[in-house]
């Protein structure tokens, strides 16, 4: 157990919907960043927060936005879902400095039919 | 842009064997963090090992260890006596700097055979 949690496990939702991902990190760390592993396109990532600020960009769509709330749990948004978005979405934390390990959480498993 | 490239997409090994998992990757900084991740079936990522660039000693985990060339940008993973438990996907992954976003390879399958 990574200490990191992540909420649904699973989510089954149809083109078009709307859904939230979201993540708790690990006691103390104050950056989250956010996953997406898919079939075609492997790992890659999409976004990172620290403190509640946008840190970093990777390969996140328009249509995806992410926030970090005060008591730093993060939320991954998802709009006008294809089918394409099927995948599993991870989140990780790591600490403030001086720690360049990040933590993974167990994923969501989006599917959209 | 930093780029992780695996090359071997399956690899298949005898139980308490040794097999490498390659990796090279591409970057223009000098200071960097090399990793390999670990994903079972049940989906975790677990870190294997990890290696920061400036120290050119290889980093060792118990049965895994890795061969570092920072002058070939390549970072391969040993593992030593394989063992059923060690069948999953391994990704190899780099990071610019302290906390700041992995990039990650394209992952390849490992098989343990009993």
């Known amino acids: 157990d990574s200490g990191v949690t992540q909420t649904p496990k699973h989510l089954i939702t149809a083109t078009g919907q709307r859904v939230t991902l979201r993540c708790s990190p690990r006691?103390?760390?104050?950056?989250v960043y956010w996953y997406q592993q898919s079939l075609d396109q492997g790992l890659q990532f999409l976004i990172q927060y620290y403190n509640g600020e946008e840190r970093a960009k990777g390969n996140i769509l328009e249509r995806f936005s992410a926030q970090q709330f005060p008591d730093l749990h993060s939320e991954l948004n998802l709009s006008s879902l294809e089918l394409g978005d099927s995948a599993l979405y991870f989140c990780a934390s790591s600490e403030l400095a001086g720690s360049y390990e990040q933590f993974f959480g167990p994923g969501t498993r989006l599917t959209v039919l | 842009a930093q780029t992780v490239t695996q090359s071997q997409p399956e690899m298949s090994v005898q139980e308490a064997e040794t097999v490498t998992l390659s990796c090279t990757y591409d970057t223009s900084e000098s200071n960097y963090y090399l990793f390999w991740y670990k994903q079972p079936p049940s989906r975790q990522m677990i870190l294997v090992i990890r290696q920061e660039a400036y120290k050119q000693q290889n980093a060792t985990e118990n049965r895994f260890s890795v061969n570092f060339q920072k002058a070939a940008k390549s970072f391969s993973l040993k593992i030593s006596d394989s063992q059923l438990g060690d069948t999953a996907m391994y990704f190899c992954?780099?990071?610019?700097?302290?906390?700041?976003?992995?990039?990650f390879g394209a992952g390849t399958r490992l098989t343990v055979k009993p």
């Open positions: 992954a780099f990071m610019k700097h302290v906390n700041n976003d992995m990039r």
């Open positions: 006691s103390g760390d104050l950056s």
